[in-house]
């Protein structure tokens, strides 16, 4: 891991953060349609992340590590019946 950040030029840091935003980012994303009070703490914990790690969303959001994460979380999350996407918007947070 620390390898491949020192060849990409970033930090264990930025790839922490780049993972956790579009951890938050895909959850939002596949609970706002069902659960829009999910999506609304999710939002919520999105803004207390980025403002506590001084976060330029735009920036990490083009990250390889970001788009990983999102993917692959929005992709878990879409996978699930209804029924079980929405338990999971509502144990997220």
């Given at each position: 891991m620390l390898l491949?950040?020192?060849?990409?030029?970033?930090?264990?840091?930025?790839?922490?953060?780049?993972?956790?935003?579009?951890?938050?980012?895909?959850v939002v994303f596949a609970c706002a349609p069902i659960?829009?009070?999910?999506?609304?703490?999710?939002?919520?914990?999105?803004?207390t992340t980025r403002v506590a790690r001084k976060l330029d969303l735009p920036t990490l959001r083009k990250a390889e590590a970001y788009k990983a994460m999102y993917n692959s979380e929005a992709n878990r999350l879409l996978s699930l019946s209804v029924k079980d996407r929405l338990a999971a918007c509502k144990s997220a947070w």
């Open positions: 491949a950040c020192a060849a990409a030029g970033t930090t264990v840091a930025d790839t922490a953060s780049e993972q956790i935003v579009g951890a938050i980012e895909a659960d829009p009070k999910s999506a609304k703490a999710g939002l919520e914990l999105l803004e």
